[in-house]
């Protein structure tokens, strides 16, 4: 499973401004509607299921949002970097600012866990997180987000 399958280039927003952990959440679904075709409530009110099982927020400022919806077939993801960190309620208590929203239709159980493995294994690599912070173009985050995690060799 690559970042390439679910992700697309419009679904990056490189300074998404949100003053909370609703406003972002709303900010997310509203651009993963465009992407799945699907109202923004709809995502909205499944990732505010999944968030009242326990937060997304991973800890070291990062947030996987993740949800199952019925009539989208296939997986999508939206990326999202914050110029300024918000309250997710994270495991560590730090605030996020870098997010990845993943969502997946009901029946894609493997897939589902495959690709939060994925997106999980990116973002606790510290090298990419710091250029990830560092870019302010949603096209160098695409780039770094899409790279394959296998560099060829020299």
Known sequence: MEIAEILSLKGVLANLKAGSKKQLLQELAAVAAKETGIHERTIFDVLLERERLGSTGVGKGIAIPHGKLGDIDRLYGVFARLPAAVDFEAIDEQPVDLIF???????????????????????????????????????????????TAEAPAA
């Open 101 to 147: 929203l993943l969502l997946a239709p009901e029946a894609a159980g493997a897939d589902h866990l495959k690709a939060l493995a994925r997106i999980s294994r990116l973002l606790r690599d510290d090298d990419v997180c710091t250029r990830l912070r560092g870019s302010d173009h949603a096209e160098a985050l695409f780039a770094l987000l899409t790279q």
